[in-house]
């Protein structure tokens, strides 16, 4: 079960730069204010969620209660939604002044994976990678709440 979460916890991380090159080096993704927004709460949510899966494979090993971590999390839960609003506005305002589409559909992009993370980690699991996962959504064909939300009501 740990190898798993270490790998959940690696691969959000590693994301990060990977997205970093491939958007803005290979693709040549200008680095206009929706793009940079996008790409910043992209990156701090898959930040929070590497740490989440770090602290998460460190509670099993120890056999502890809760995952350390989860004062800052809750406080999280609360702050991201504000800065995802704000991320919005910088893309709409993009949208509205009628900027290039690559000066804002890429930050756009970003910004609604940013939502989507934010939901599967803090409420509702959305993503489905490890086997007992995929069995209990095809068991119980609905989804659940999040491992996050679940340790946060502990």
Known sequence: ?????????VLELANIP????VLFLF?????????????????????????????????LRARARVPEGLPVLRVLR????????VGGAVAAA???EGVPWTR???????????VLEYVNY?????SHQTRADLSRLLRTRRLHRSHLSRDMAR
């Open 1 to 9: 079960m740990i190898s798993p979460l270490r790998n959940l916890a």
């Open 18 to 21: 990977l997205f970093a090159v």
């Open 27 to 59: 693709l040549d993704v200008p680095a206009s204010p929706a793009n940079l927004a996008g790409f910043a709460l992209f990156a701090l949510l898959l930040v929070q969620g590497g740490a989440y899966w770090w602290s998460k494979v460190r509670q």
């Open 78 to 85: 609360w702050v991201n939604p504000l800065l995802l609003l």
């Open 94 to 96: 993009a949208l509205a």
């Open 104 to 114: 804002v559909w890429p930050g756009l992009g970003l910004w609604l994976f940013a």
């Open 122 to 126: 803090f409420h509702v699991q959305l």
